[in-house]
């Protein structure tokens, strides 16, 4: 069975920097895309970053670009998002998602909350 | 960037109804179009892609159509576990968007 599991979320102020992580089983991890997307309070989903399977392919959306940065461990089957310049409008429940192939995302974790506040 | 419209915003209906959620993409996508479930506390979970392709253990009810800007997810026969929030997506190019949602609610 495929398991997502987010961790690293938090409280932090504006400014201010956190490392999100997501570890996997049950897949071939290094056989993936892999993607963070998240979701505001009450809000949609908006997708963030996608990593290649070697880390050779890397994309961002423009809100985070320049202050996130999305890596893998291919040997500790994990995602990580390490996030700098955080912003109240970064306050979400980020996922972690697996690409199918082309943005499809079949599967996701549970995600992590993170809030920006002063 | 492509922008993605659903609708209804919300829908209410009643166990048993056949529903319709409409998406629209502002250009072309092809068939580059997927469809989620969502329901409170939960991750979005993938019903189908590729606008119509059902993802193996998703229910026969749920069915997809479209293709250029204009797609439609269809539930037939609803479920009490159907009421839920559905969006779409496209991954025709980066960054991938989202609809805004239609949330189904009974009636």
């Known amino acids: 069975e495929v398991q997502l599991v987010e961790s690293g979320g938090g409280l932090v102020k504006p400014g201010g920097s956190l490392r999100l992580s997501c570890a996997a089983s049950g897949l071939t991890f290094s056989a993936y895309v892999m993607s963070w997307v998240r979701q505001a309070p009450g809000r949609g989903l908006e997708w963030l970053s996608s990593?290649?399977?070697?880390?050779?392919?890397?994309y961002y959306a423009d809100s985070v670009e320049g202050r996130f940065t999305i890596s893998r461990d291919n040997a500790r089957n994990s995602l990580y998002l390490q996030m700098n310049s955080l912003r109240l409008e970064d306050t979400a429940l980020y996922y972690c998602?697996?690409?199918?192939?082309?943005?499809?995302?079949?599967?996701w974790g549970q995600g992590t909350p993170v809030t920006v506040s002063p | 960037d492509i922008q993605m419209t659903q609708s209804p915003s919300s829908l209410s209906a009643s166990v048993g109804d056949r529903v319709t959620i409409t998406c629209r993409s502002s250009q072309s996508i092809s068939t580059n179009l997927n469809w989620f479930e969502q329901t409170p506390g939960k991750a979005p979970k993938l019903l189908l892609y590729?606008?119509?392709s059902l993802r193996s253990g998703v229910p026969s009810r749920f069915s997809g159509s479209g293709s250029g800007t204009d797609f439609t997810l269809t539930i037939s026969g609803l479920q009490p576990e159907d009421f839920a929030t559905y969006y779409c997506q496209q991954t025709y190019s980066i960054p991938y968007t989202f609809g805004q949602g239609t949330k189904l609610d009974i009636k």
């Open positions: 590729s606008a119509s």
């Open positions: 990593i290649s399977t070697n880390s050779g392919n890397i």
């Open positions: 998602a697996r690409d199918y192939g082309f943005g499809v995302f079949d599967y």
